[in-house]
């Protein structure tokens, strides 16, 4: 079974603060993707990467950036955690080939 | 660019009755159509996909979705729904040769009643 993990399931922050929200996939895929996700608004893609050491903006990356060092491990970093930064997020990896995105279980962050 | 629009954010239903979740799409080329389920507390699954082929596509629990190219629909259907039905449902989309990236829909929420 292919499983996506993320290290946290609930987060709490305070306004300011560095957030790192961790991302490990075992099926050797090359895309991974962050996305957040609001009631009414589904989900946006905030970064995405097609390998290691590569990233590319989403629709949304203001106020985040990413990390991809290993090819298993996708970080999403909110360099000074902002209250309308309190969502869902969701992790993805997947291949160009059969076109499915695998997705982690989320991780809901509060921000105060 | 491509985007898409899911037609009804809550639907109510009852068990066993039929359900149509609407989904429609633009876009400049040509795309690859997915419908995606999330249950409470839980991260999305895959439920079917549109590649290319047969433009009627099913899944494993009993529900389908048509691809209409000329209304640039791709509606997923269930003829008689169970309670286990109840989660968000999320339509997404993505272009030929637009790499991996797939552009979702605002969501769906079903809720099965006895």
């Known amino acids: 079974d292919v499983k996506v993990t993320q290290s946290s399931r609930y987060l709490v922050k305070r306004t300011g603060e560095k957030v790192f929200l961790e991302c490990v996939q075992d099926?050797?895929?090359?895309?991974m993707f962050w996305y957040r996700q609001d009631p009414g608004l589904g989900l946006r893609l905030i970064y995405f990467?097609?390998?290691?050491?590569?990233?590319e903006k989403g629709d949304i990356p203001e106020g985040y950036s990413v990390s991809r060092e290993k090819k298993e491990r996708f970080s999403l970093i909110l360099e000074s955690a902002s209250t309308n930064q309190t969502s869902m997020y969701l992790c993805a990896g997947g291949t160009g080939i059969d076109n499915e995105q695998f997705f982690g279980p989320g991780t809901r962050l509060t921000v105060l | 660019a491509q985007s898409v629009t899911q037609l009804d954010s809550q639907v109510p239903v009852f068990e066993e009755a039929p359900v149509e979740l609407r989904c429609n799409y633009s876009s400049s080329v040509s795309v690859y159509l997915f419908w995606y389920v999330q249950y409470p507390n839980q991260g999305l699954q895959l439920l079917l996909k549109y590649l290319s082929g047969s433009t009627l596509v099913e899944s494993i629990n009993g529900f389908e979705a048509e691809f209409n190219k000329s209304q640039t629909s791709f509606h997923l259907r269930k003829p008689s729904v169970h309670i286990s039905d109840t989660a968000e449902y999320f339509c997404a989309v993505r272009g030929y040769n637009q790499g991996g990236k797939l552009i979702f829909g605002q969501g769906t929420e079903l809720s099965v009643k006895p």
């Open positions: 990467s097609y390998d290691v050491k590569m990233k």
């Open positions: 099926m050797d895929h090359e895309n």
